[in-house]
């Protein structure tokens, strides 16, 4: 089992930062891929970041490239999201996810464990 739990979140307005933690603990952290996603009311859930086990690579959604920069700290068991030049539709509930194997980083489905989320709201 992996626990997940993420932190960071709240109210920024537009054009803003927020930078969004999410500590695991349990089994050995850096054995897993790591993603985040959102989801805004009444959407579906969205794909935002992954990034490999090792953290030599990562992917983005194409809402949030060149805007949000995910990052992972295995020996903190802490994967990161900054996110940079917010807009409203940024708004949503963010949660982490962990995966041992992964074909397609974007795919919600394939994440084994799931943090409760942490809420960012962007204001105009």
């Known amino acids: 089992q992996v626990q997940l739990v993420e932190s960071g979140g709240g109210l920024v307005q537009a054009g803003g930062s927020l930078r969004l933690s999410c500590a695991a603990s349990?089994?050995?952290?850096?054995?897993?891929?790591m993603g985040w996603f959102r989801q805004a009311p009444g959407k579906e859930r969205e794909f935002v970041a992954a990034i490999k086990w090792s953290g030599d690579r990562s992917y983005y959604g194409d809402s949030v490239k060149g805007r949000f920069t995910i990052s992972r700290d295995n020996a903190k068991s802490t994967v990161y999201l900054e996110m940079n030049s917010l807009k409203p539709e940024d708004t949503g509930v963010y949660s982490c996810?962990?995966?041992?194997?992964?074909?397609?980083?974007?795919?919600?489905?394939?994440?084994?464990?799931w943090g409760q989320g942490t809420q960012v709201t962007v204001s105009s």
């Open positions: 349990g089994r050995a952290f850096s054995n897993y891929h």
């Open positions: 996810a962990a995966a041992r194997l992964l074909v397609l980083y974007s795919q919600g489905n394939q994440y084994e464990y």
